[in-house]
């Protein structure tokens, strides 16, 4: 499905004539035991994609001696790295509706949504008093999702989407050192599995600082947000940068950190559907994106797209996402490894031996 979505940002960024995606390789590290290293490896061999397994001595050599992993570690690389400019990816897809007739509405809370009556469809009402009604109505509104179900349909719908307050934090890279971490230097998108699950990508919105974080939330509403970071700044995530960058990277403390939500399911996989009860089909639901579903948004606008327009999706993904799946087991899809994404509760996370 990534592959697939790949596809449809480089056709977007054709048709606006500017890049959003800045492709590189992806490291995935992590003790050769670990059932999700060993997930992904089945995953990439079934999807023919290209995945070399490399030891200890070969990551160092591979990435020019900036990664070090313990002795049973190894990493695995393949060339579906990538980050997106978020705003100017959103711009794009923007920019793109309105030239094919989209009507965009900044600022307009959707506060009620209701069947059309006689007409059919559906009337979406904002809190600026405004009313719109239309054939099918398609819900994406991120961690607010559960809240405005409940709203609309008179607390009888709910969606298995729990909010999750998160946050990125940024670390500065030692003088002198700071061009080794680019794309230009071949430095990799990376995640390190086990406990925490850290992720991180290659120096490029903020020349001079790195992007590392933990893969965890703190269950919350979203709109009583702490905005508090310090559980992303544990000494587990010290520790690991300390362990794996050394001297190269300052892993005293972040010197930029921003806060954000997480949409998580309990699978961790996506929900697409329509939303049953009194609105059947006329309403699709897209969400609950557990902190991996930015890169998927084109292939999951063809997924609503075809949904809406032939009530039916090319290449069967539609299974997996429905809502139906937790009917049969609340934990949804059954998978072969552990969660990655953390409840944070009391921010107690294993740390690991120093080398
Ligand atoms: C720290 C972090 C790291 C991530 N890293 C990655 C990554 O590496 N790769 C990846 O693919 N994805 C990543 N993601 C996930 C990605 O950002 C999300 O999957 C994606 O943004 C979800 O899009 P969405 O449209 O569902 O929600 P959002 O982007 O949250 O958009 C929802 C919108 O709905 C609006 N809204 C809410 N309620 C209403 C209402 N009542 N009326 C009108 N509008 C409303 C909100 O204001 C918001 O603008 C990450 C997320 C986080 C937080």
């Known amino acids: 499905m990534v592959l697939e979505s790949y596809k449809l940002w480089e056709q977007a960024e054709a048709e606006v004539g500017y890049k959003v995606f800045f492709k590189t390789c992806q490291l995935d590290m992590g003790p050769i035991e670990d059932k999700s290293l060993q997930a992904l490896i089945a995953s990439c061999k079934n999807n023919e994609i290209d995945v070399r397994v490399l030891n200890q001595d070969q990551v160092e050599e591979e990435f020019s001696g900036k990664f070090k992993l313990p002795e049973n570690w190894v990493g695995l690389v393949t060339e579906q790295g990538g980050v997106i400019k978020p705003t100017k990816a ?54 607010w999702m559960n809240k405005l179900i409940k709203q609309v349909s008179g607390n009888k719908l ?20 700071e061009s080794e971490f680019t794309f230009d230097a071949n430095f990799p998108t990376f995640a390190s599995y086990g406990l925490p699950y850290i992720y991180g990508t290659p120096s490029l919105e903020f020349p001079g600082l790195i992007k590392i974080a933990v893969h965890n939330g703190r269950p919350c509403d979203p709109d009583k947000r702490t905005f508090t970071i310090d559980a992303l700044t544990s000494e587990a995530l010290t520790q690991w940068i300390q362990n794996r960058f050394g001297d190269l990277v300052d892993s005293t403390r972040p010197v930029m950190t921003q806060s954000c939500l997480y949409s998580m399911t309990p699978d961790e996989d996506f929900v697409i559907d329509y939303l049953g009860g009194e609105f059947g089909e006329d309403v699709l639901v897209a969400g609950g994106f557990s902190g991996h579903g930015f890169k998927m948004a084109p292939i999951v606008g063809r997924i609503l797209v075809d949904l809406i327009c032939e009530g039916e999706t090319k290449g069967g993904q539609f299974e997996h996402f429905k809502l139906t799946r937790f009917k049969k087991n609340p934990k949804g899809n059954m998978k072969e490894f552990s969660d990655q994404v953390n409840f944070v509760k009391n921010e107690v996370l294993v740390t690991e031996p120093t080398n």
């Open 90 to 143: 959103v711009s794009m897809f923007q920019a793109l509706g309105l030239k094919n007739g989209a009507i965009l509405k900044d600022n307009a809370e959707v506060v009620q949504i209701k069947k059309g009556g006689e007409k059919g469809g559906v009337f979406v009402c904002t809190k600026g008093n405004e009313t719109f009604w239309a054939e099918k109505c398609v819900i994406t509104a991120g961690s």
């Open 158 to 177: 709910e969606l298995p989407i729990q909010p999750l307050e998160t946050g990125v934090c940024y670390w500065k890279i030692k003088e002198g050192k």
